[in-house]
């Protein structure tokens, strides 16, 4: 006890042994890479695969049509690779919809709003005009996400296929009323992003379908949203906590007309607050109905004791960052509509 008080300088002074750090021995060396094993997968080498490269929407259907069962997708991969690596599937045949010009876009028209093509990379989506001028709270969302390597080649349409409930771009995309384009043997059909979700890792695709394109209602005049995520670090890591709000301000009465406010990583799939926002909704915002509004919402989340964080310490988090979500929404409102 004497000599761990003691400095190293101290130690030769007085001529003691300093203490020996403690070597890594193989046992350790085995435990902790099991330990890593455990919380993150054990990563292999990709299995064999055969991967097809489609022109067309109508070939990359048939190919999924044809090899049902046994074929998967991949857009940018950025989570289906590692999920393979892990070998939680293992698909033979790899569908590569890069070569399909008609699913990477970004439009924006006055009546239907925006519209990005499930190709569209995160990065093109952050610097994206479109985005930038009629959607700026993606722009917002996707620069927390990852690095920008990754952002390189992730796609949104994937971020929200993995369907994770700690996805970034499924909080903010729920609170705009966003719509998806399924595309399938049967046709097309249109689901509500917050419709979509049916648990982690499950959702609304059918196996033969692709998801073709998001789409978000144009804006409004008055509209305005915020996405705050929280993390350990800070674009790198998945969100522990993630809150967005997006409300329509009537700048005649100063009220507030329309809120959604969607949160992730706080129940299995991204969720509405929605007592929270019956409480804001048609009355003008001031910080006690802010202060209302988080505590509700941090009742209405179901959040987990995991290894990134206590179920405690989320919904605290949950209550912090939908007051500030709504205080900077609405700012932001005022300051759109003047």
């Not at 300093?18 to 085995?30: A, D, I, S």
């Amino acid at each position: 006890m004497e000599i761990a008080k003691v400095s190293c300088l101290q130690s030769k002074t007085l001529g003691l042994k300093e203490p020996k750090q403690q070597q890594p021995t193989l046992g350790r060396c085995l435990k902790r890479r099991w330990m890593m094993s455990k919380r993150l997968g054990r990563l292999r080498r990709l299995p064999e695969m055969e991967v097809l490269f489609p022109k067309t929407l109508g070939e990359a259907l048939s190919l999924l049509k044809k090899y049902s069962g046994a074929a998967k997708a991949i857009a940018g991969g950025t989570d289906l690779i590692p999920k393979m690596k892990r070998r939680e599937i293992a698909p033979k045949y790899l569908i590569d919809l890069k070569g399909v010009a008609d699913l990477n876009f970004v439009n924006y028209e006055f009546e239907n709003g925006l519209r990005i093509g499930s190709l569209t990379t995160l990065n093109e989506i952050r610097d994206s005009s479109a985005v930038k001028e009629h959607c700026p709270i993606l722009v917002e969302t996707v620069s927390q996400m990852a690095s920008v390597q990754v952002r390189n080649m992730a796609t949104m349409a994937g971020n929200l296929c993995n369907a994770v409930p700690s996805a970034d771009t499924a909080p903010p995309l729920i609170a705009l009323g966003a719509t998806l384009k399924l595309l399938g043997p049967e046709g097309e059909r249109t689901v509500l992003l917050e419709d979509f979700f049916k648990g982690p890792g499950e959702t609304a695709l059918e196996p033969l379908e692709l998801l073709a394109e998001i789409q978000i209602p144009p804006a409004l005049p008055g509209e305005a949203g915020t996405y705050l995520k929280h993390t350990l670090r800070a674009e790198m890591d998945l969100a522990l906590v993630g809150v967005a709000a997006y409300l329509a301000r009537n700048s005649k009465k100063d009220i507030c007309e329309e809120i959604r406010i969607a949160m992730g990583a706080v129940a299995p799939i991204p969720v509405r607050a929605r007592k929270a926002e019956e409480a804001l909704r048609g009355k003008p915002i001031s910080d006690t109905l802010i202060e209302t509004a988080g505590s509700l919402a941090s009742e209405e989340s179901s959040p987990i004791d995991d290894i990134r964080s206590s179920a405690e310490y989320r919904r605290e988090m949950v209550r912090v960052l939908t007051k500030k979500a709504i205080k900077q929404s609405w700012e932001r409102a005022k300051a759109a509509s003047g």
